[in-house]
């Protein structure tokens, strides 16, 4: 039935099957949408947020996308500006997951934010002093670069091509492509690392705080770091995914071998950067706070942040990922390669986590205790609608759109189409 | 910023004086149009722009001890202005003013992303999770010189700074540039039956709250009073509200110190 709108060369199942599980994952992503609904009309009390959490399950969710999709930014600055030319194989895949990372992250701040009529006073208002000003600047701007790098694969779609005008445009925006990779990497710099900024400039929370070089706090770094490392790994643990789910295989193993070890090298030099960070902190800038290492681990009920979450994010999902993906004989073996991307996105998700919510959570005033939290339906629901779009946009994308290069050559069909 | 003319409005609360009767919280709420609900158990939903702690040196009877710490807005001053909400505001909804001091709020300038919320140690930000809704005939009894707030955005203690614009009303109309001490007092200072709450500007020497915290303009403010001490002052908050006290598992649970093994 829609057959002449699938790529030539390339097997799809049938409408079907597929309008089958569209409708499935439709209704998760109806559920999140009634809980939007919910939100907009009743106000942030239908969440379980309070004055203690400030930030919650939505900012967490907000920077741990933001930090995946870094994939985007840095396969892009890695194929048009260093000019890895094998990872044109797999830029296409980077560039959607990283457009579905970042339209949810707007999603979510739209949602988030008490007086959504009012989120323009951000621009308007703007208070330069204020890591989230840049946020939402860069934020926005990498957003319509994400378009303009997403939009040509639309107009690759075989109906749309057959228009000269946007066969053209197409053409032309592939042409000019370095330029926006390049724009991409710029924006992403600053944005990543603003977010990191967001927790490591509040002074008046020595778990979050950090001291830094001129006006950014080593978070600025450290985030645009992990970004770049996790990023990758995350566009490798989808494609994965994506293969598993088709039946098929879309990327040549030196593709991804490529980009799982300049990730695993990326990521063990982050984790060296991110333990020495937090060596200092411990070491110096919380005790100036009056703090102990263990003031932030321990005494808190039932262990929700105990000292476990540390030895998880550093050890177990940071240095462990990054030995197996530098080293070629793990890496190169599908199953391993596997576990290494699914640790490294844990403990990019772990290090946000804490980030937000363990910053509330830590008792600053000797006279108080450790705040609790868990998310409400509502937040929750709201938090699975993005994932649930992310896979409406991929699996619609993959079936009209010619996403992976390689996947006619690695999946020829018997007497052609 | 110590120039001569500029004032440092600060507060200065005496714990060995108050007695936790909660008088200050009413007079503040009362003043400053705080939405309350029916149902208020649920303490991290409240609105109280005026809070009391109470601490406890964690001994048994009979050496047990107990002292209320009445805690608004402590209107930091970090360093040159840059407190820990100010900086982070997106939309500059909220502002230190250099000539008072005085750490502003703009309800219909914020938003609501609660980025102010997250970084004040105090937890003197808290949020409207609902629109505020009065006891029918209680809307006549509201102040009108203050804004009721709305659903989805942050309010704080501004040290009744109404009543500040009103004082100055006052005495440009009568010609004078400067108030006088008395002329600018917060609701709560005037509540507390017990006296122990003062309030005026750090920066005059003729000011009572100058004479029991003796700010040390070179230590960014620090109490020169051995009685008294700030709350957190190791975070470099330079907040104005000074708390005094001659008992020392009080001014210890003022901030936190790494004990030595």
Redesign the interface.
């Known amino acids: 039935m829609d057959s002449v709108l699938i790529p030539k060369g390339v097997e799809r199942c049938s409408i079907g099957k597929f309008a089958l599980f569209i409708a499935v994952v439709g209704a998760v992503l109806l559920w999140g949408v009634v809980a939007m609904l919910l939100i907009y009309i009743k106000?942030?009390?239908q969440t379980n947020?309070?004055?203690?959490y400030?930030?919650a399950l939505w900012i967490w969710a907000d920077l741990a996308v933001i930090a995946l999709g870094g994939g985007a930014f840095f396969t892009g600055l890695l194929r048009y500006i260093i000019g890895k030319d094998e990872l044109k194989h797999i830029i296409n895949y980077a560039v959607l997951i990283g457009f579905v990372c970042y339209s949810s992250a707007l999603l979510i701040l739209a949602i988030?934010?008490?007086?959504?009529l009012?989120?323009w006073?951000?621009f308007?208002?703007?208070?330069v002093?204020?890591?989230?000003?840049e946020v939402?600047f860069c934020l926005t701007c990498y957003f319509g670069v994400l378009t303009i790098e997403y939009l040509p694969m639309v107009f690759e779609n075989r109906q749309i091509d057959r228009v000269p005008f946007f066969h053209h445009l197409g053409h032309n925006m592939h042409a000019t492509m370095a330029i926006f990779a390049a724009t991409g990497a710029f924006l992403s710099f600053f944005h990543q690392g603003s977010l990191g900024g967001?927790t490591g400039?509040?002074?008046?929370?020595?778990f979050g705080y950090r001291t830094g070089l001129l006006i950014w706090p080593w978070t600025f770094f450290l985030y645009t770091w992990s970004a770049a490392a996790v990023g990758p790994c995350f566009t490798i643990f989808i494609t994965r995914i994506t293969e598993a789910v088709t039946r098929k295989k879309l990327v040549k193993d030196n593709v991804v071998d490529l980009l799982a070890k300049i990730a695993g090298w990326m990521l063990l030099t982050y984790i060296i950067a991110k333990i020495i960070d937090t060596w200092y902190w411990a070491a110096v800038t919380a005790?100036?706070?009056?703090?102990?290492l263990m003031?932030f681990y321990s005494n808190n009920p039932g262990s929700a942040y105990g000292l476990w979450i540390l030895i998880a994010e550093i050890g177990l999902c940071g240095v462990v990922p990054a030995i197996m993906l530098v080293t070629p004989n793990i890496r190169r073996r599908p199953a391993a390669l596997f576990v290494a991307v699914t640790l490294a996105v844990i403990g990019a998700c772990l290090n946000r986590w804490v980030m937000v919510l363990q910053?509330?959570a830590v008792p600053?005033?000797?006279?108080?205790t450790w705040?609790t939290y868990f998310p409400s339906w509502q937040e929750i629901a709201t938090t699975i609608l993005p994932v649930a779009y992310g896979i409406i946009l991929i699996a619609l994308s993959y079936r009209y759109l010619p996403i992976f290069p390689q996947e006619q050559e690695l999946n020829p069909i018997e007497g052609g189409k | 910023m110590d120039q001569p003319n500029f004032k440092k409005f600060g507060m200065v609360i005496d714990l060995d004086k108050c007695t936790g009767c909660g008088a200050c919280m009413v007079a503040c709420m009362a003043e400053n149009n705080v939405a309350f609900r029916e149902d208020e158990t649920?303490k991290?939903?409240?609105i109280s722009w005026m809070r009391i702690?109470r601490?406890t040196n964690g001994k048994a009877f009979p050496n047990s001890e107990e002292c209320f710490?009445p805690r608004p807005c402590q209107q930091c001053e970090?360093h040159h202005g840059?407190s820990?909400c100010v900086?982070?505001?997106?939309?500059?909804?909220t502002d230190y003013d250099m000539k008072t001091g005085i750490v502003s709020q703009i309800p219909t300038?914020?938003?609501?992303?609660?980025?102010?919320?997250?970084?004040?140690?105090?937890?003197v930000?808290?949020?409207?999770?609902?629109?505020p809704v009065w006891p029918e005939g209680m809307e006549r009894s509201l102040n009108p010189n203050v804004s009721v707030r709305?659903?989805?955005?942050?309010e704080k203690c501004c040290f009744c700074f109404h009543r500040y614009q009103a004082a100055m009303d006052q005495a440009y109309v009568e010609g004078r540039r400067d108030l006088e001490e008395h002329e600018y007092q917060t609701a709560c200072t005037q509540a507390c039956p017990a006296g122990a709450i003062v309030f005026g500007d750090l920066n005059n020497p003729g000011h009572a709250v100058h004479q029991l915290a003796q700010p040390d303009p070179d230590r960014e403010g620090r109490p020169r009073n051995p009685k008294a001490f700030r709350?957190?002052e190791?975070?470099?908050?330079n907040p104005k509200v000074y708390y005094l006290t001659g008992r020392d598992w009080v001014r210890?649970?003022?901030?936190?110190?790494?004990?030595k093994s």
């Not at chain 1, 002093?129 to 000003?133: A, G, I, N, Q, Y």
């Not at chain 1, 600053?364 to 108080?368: A, C, G, K, P």
């Not at chain 2, 300038?109 to 937890?123: E, Q």
Request: glycine share 10%.
């Open positions: 106000g942030l009390n947020m309070n004055n203690a400030g930030f988030d934010v008490g007086q959504p009012r989120a006073f951000i308007w208002h703007a208070n002093h204020s890591m989230l000003t939402a967001v400039v509040m002074f008046g929370r020595p005790p100036a706070a009056g703090f102990t003031d910053v509330q600053v005033l000797s006279f108080e705040f | 649920d991290m939903l409240s702690y601490l710490l970090g840059h820990p900086s982070v505001c997106p939309a500059t909804a300038r914020c938003f609501g992303c609660r980025y102010c919320m997250a970084s004040c140690p105090y937890h930000r808290q949020f409207n999770w609902w629109d709305m659903r989805g955005i942050v709350l957190l190791r975070l470099g908050t210890k649970a003022g901030d936190n110190e790494v004990k």
